[in-house]
């Protein structure tokens, strides 16, 4: 069982910046792919960013060029930098880990970003 802390959300105007981090911790497997998806209310949870253990990283076309996301292996922890944020980008993100080639997934429990206009 791997659980999932996050942290480093917020609010924020319009055009501005936030960092999140996800920390890790549990039975970690050394393949995997870690990242972020959002959820805004009334809408479905979509995909921001991934990133796998080899930094390999995707992302959602609404948010590439704005937002990186990035991975420490020896702390555990998955970033995600958000610049340029617009009010659009206000919802509550979600840290997800997976183990490559299994149905093992972890959730954490979520941290609110709001943008202002």
């Known amino acids: 069982q791997v659980q999932l802390v996050e942290s480093g959300g917020g609010l924020v105007q319009a055009g501005g910046s936030l960092r999140l981090s996800c920390a890790a911790s549990?039975?970690?497997?050394?393949?995997?792919?870690m990242g972020w998806y959002r959820q805004a209310p009334g809408k479905a949870r979509d995909l921001v960013a991934t990133?796998?253990?080899?930094?390999?990283?995707k992302y959602a076309d609404s948010v590439k060029g704005r937002f990186t996301i990035s991975r420490d292996n020896a702390k555990k922890t998955v970033y995600l930098e958000m610049n340029s944020l617009k009010p659009e980008d206000t919802a509550v993100y979600y840290c997800?880990?997976?183990?490559?080639?299994?149905?093992?997934?972890?959730w954490g429990q979520g941290t609110q970003v709001t943008v202002s206009s």
């Open positions: 990133i796998s253990s080899g930094g390999s990283s």
């Open positions: 997800h880990y997976r183990v490559v080639t299994t149905t093992i997934t972890s």
């Open positions: 549990g039975s970690i497997s050394s393949i995997n792919v």
